[in-house]
Each structure stands twice: as structure tokens, then as C-alpha cells.
């Protein structure tokens, strides 16, 4: 299975519409959290049982939610900058960055400046969100 890229990943993407042929973009499971859009790129859907992923793109300062999960993550900034919450600590990353969060840590991806936040992110099979 090959998703290819429709859209463009980066500067405006959220405006201008990342995407991937095959792919619906999904709003954020919070309607709180306005402009936030989820991509499931590899899931279910494709027959993967070991693992999803996903690309999310988060409007100039807007943020996911804060929550917590019982499977790991693997993240990459793929464009923008954020600040990424991981348990009490904050930190600051940017395009390239790779972010790994612990099963049940609690998380939240902020983005900062002007630009859309976009991110890659990989996580096991569907136990619980």
C-alpha cells in the first residue's frame, strides 16, 4: 500500500492542506482544539496490526490535547516548531527533532510561532486512544 503525498507538509500546510491520495484528514478527537487534524497514514485500514501511523498538523498556536496513553510513542517534527510537554517538563523542538513519549506519560505538542506545527507520529497496536 503507497499513500502518495497530495498536499503540501510544512509553511501553510494546515491552511493549504497536507495530505496523502487515499488518506482522509480527520478533525481532532477535542473540538476544543480547533484546526488540530489527525492523518491515519498506516492503521487498520492498510492491515497493520503492530502499529499506526500518523501525521498531524496543529495551527500557529494551537496545541493537542493534554493526555496520557498506555502505549509508547514515536514522534518527528516535520515542520514548525513546538513545545512538547512530557510529564512536568517542557521542552522547545523544531523540524527533524524526534520526540519519544513513555506509555502513560502525559503529553501535549504546542506550536509555537507563525507556522503550522507538523508531526509524525508512530504508536502500537489499538489498545486504548
Known amino acids: 500500500m503507497i499513500h502518495r503525498r497530495s498536499g503540501s507538509v510544512g509553511a501553510g500546510a494546515v491552511d493549504g492542506g497536507a495530505g496523502w491520495d487515499g488518506v ?3 478533525d481532532y ?3 476544543s482544539l480547533g484546526g488540530v487534524r489527525k492523518h491515519e497514514l ?3 485500514a492498510e492491515g497493520a496490526r503492530q502499529y499506526r501511523m500518523r501525521y498531524f498538523e496543529v495551527p500557529p498556536g494551537g496545541r493537542t490535547a493534554r493526555e496520557r496513553h498506555p502505549h509508547d510513542h514515536g514522534v518527528m517534527i516535520v515542520s514548525g516548531r513546538a513545545r ?3 510529564g512536568s517538563e517542557t ?3 523544531g523540524e527533524g527533532d524526534v520526540v519519544y513519549v513513555a506509555g502513560d506519560e502525559l503529553h501535549c505538542f ?3 510561532g507563525d507556522e503550522p506545527l507538523g508531526f509524525v507520529c508512530v504508536v502500537g497496536p489499538r ?3
Request: glycine share 4%.
Open 42 to 44: 498506516i492503521g487498520e
Open 84 to 86: 512538547v510537554t512530557l
Open 91 to 93: 521542552h522547545e523542538v
Open 24 to 26: 482522509e484528514p480527520q
Open 110 to 112: 504546542e506550536a509555537l
Open 127 to 129: 489498545s486504548a486512544s
Open 29 to 31: 478527537d477535542d473540538p
